[in-house]
């Protein structure tokens, strides 16, 4: 794994929460997307190599809107910048961590992930992401 390239967090709206993160980080959002697949709008900012990802939930039934149901708003997941996501799904595989898809799928900010059951990581949800070309 190369960097933590963005760190996820799980927020109820976007619409203020990005102005605060604005000023917390003194850096503007750069980029606001959607996520049809995963019912969720992200928001990014750039932090030096790392990124900060807000996510929010598009539906009550998304992945992230029963994430804050059960735990609140906060850190929902780690997200490192893998050279070949192919490889590292493998290899990961053979090491017994459970994957969440079998194959990679795209995510925002152009990138193919997948992400590693958190049971197998201390409760630490892990996206792997490699820029697609
Ligand atoms: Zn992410």
Redesign the pocket.
């Known amino acids: 794994m190369k960097k933590v390239e963005?760190i996820?967090i799980a927020v109820r709206e976007l619409t203020t929460a990005i102005p605060l993160y604005e000023k917390l980080l003194n850096t503007p959002c750069y980029k606001t997307e959607p996520v049809a697949s995963e019912m969720v709008n992200t928001a990014f900012f750039k932090t030096g190599e790392t990124k900060i990802?807000l996510l929010e939930s598009t539906d009550p039934s998304g992945v992230i809107a029963r994430f804050i149901e059960k735990k609140g708003e906060g850190l929902h997941?780690i997200?490192f910048d893998v050279e070949d996501i192919h490889a590292e799904m493998e290899r990961l595989k053979q090491e017994g961590f459970e994957l969440l898809n079998e194959t990679p799928k795209p995510?925002?900010d152009n990138k193919l992930?997948c992400f590693l059951h958190p049971k197998n990581t201390h409760g630490v949800l892990v996206?792997l992401?490699m820029e697609r070309k």
């Open positions: 963005h996820g990802e997941h997200a995510g925002a992930v996206e992401c």
